[in-house]
Nanobody, 121 residues
């Protein structure tokens, strides 16, 4: 079983910045893609950005140029640097990790519990 834990959410004024972190942990696992999703009240969960194990990224149009994802494979951790935040970025942000675990390797798709990001003056 692979656990995913996020941290770093909070309240920030419009135009401000926040940095989210997400770490996956467990036994005998190999992570593939990791990503950040968000869900605002009354809306469906949507992809913010994901990153492959080799570093290929895929950003939602709404965050391009403002958000940056990075990854430390030695720590099984991804970071999301969010700049120029807008009120419409307010949501619960969830981290996702996919990969394989165990012998024989079986696929996993694990989610964190979510961290609240609120952008408001």
């Amino acid at each position: 079983q692979v656990q995913v834990v996020e941290s770093g959410g909070g309240l920030v004024q419009p135009g401000g910045s926040l940095r989210l972190s997400c770490t996956a942990s467990g036994r005998f696992f190999r992570i593939g893609a990791m990503g950040w999703y968000r869900q605002a009240p009354g809306k469906q969960r949507e992809l913010v950005v994901d990153i492959s194990s080799s570093g290929t990224t895929n950003y939602a149009d709404s965050v391009k140029g403002r958000f940056t994802i990075s990854r430390d494979n030695t720590k099984n951790t991804v970071y999301l640097q969010m700049n120029s935040l807008k009120p419409e970025d307010t949501a619960v942000y969830y981290c996702n990790a996919q990969g394989h675990t165990g012998l024989p390797p079986l696929p996993f798709n694990s989610w964190g519990q979510g961290t609240q990001v609120t952008v408001s003056s």
